[in-house]
Nanobody
Framework: VQLQASGGGLVQAGGSLRLSCVASGRTFSYYAMGWFRQAPGKEREFVAAINLSDGRTYYADSVKGRFTMSREYAKNTVYLQMNSLKPEDTAVYYC??????????????????WGQGTLVTVSS
């Protein structure tokens, strides 16, 4: 499985960005996809996840109400719509896939494959 994340960039506080993650390979056997982020000097943290079977989503408290994760099966793509961005959202954002059946999977160790990351910078 290969994942390609894109859509990052520089945006002012209060602005919006939409990240995309295209999956290729044998993705049909996977259970969920997630978005994580890692700011300089900090650990990678969970942002959002989507259940590939039923579309359920789960969000970190820090982004709930501002970020929305969605899927487009025909394009093997998941999205992360990020609104009302804050400077503390600045990080490299990674998408990942999980074969595990625990929902939601919040830890990076629960994901088997990762994309290369896309940088989001929010200026104040």
């Amino acid at each position: 499985v290969q994942l390609q994340a894109s859509g990052g960039g520089l945006v002012q506080a209060g602005g919006s960005l939409r990240l995309s993650c295209v999956a290729s390979g044998r993705t049909f056997s996977y259970y969920a996809m997630g978005w994580f982020r890692q700011a300089p000097g900090k650990e990678r943290e969970f942002v959002a996840a989507i259940n590939l079977s039923d579309g359920r989503t789960y969000y970190a408290d820090s982004v709930k109400g501002r970020f929305t994760m969605s899927r487009e099966y025909a394009k093997n793509t998941v999205y992360l719509q990020m609104n009302s961005l804050k400077p503390e959202d600045t990080a490299v954002y990674y998408c990942a896939v999980s074969r595990g059946s625990n929902w939601p999977t919040l830890k990076p160790g629960g994901y088997e494959y990762w994309g290369q990351g896309t940088l989001v910078t929010v200026s104040s």
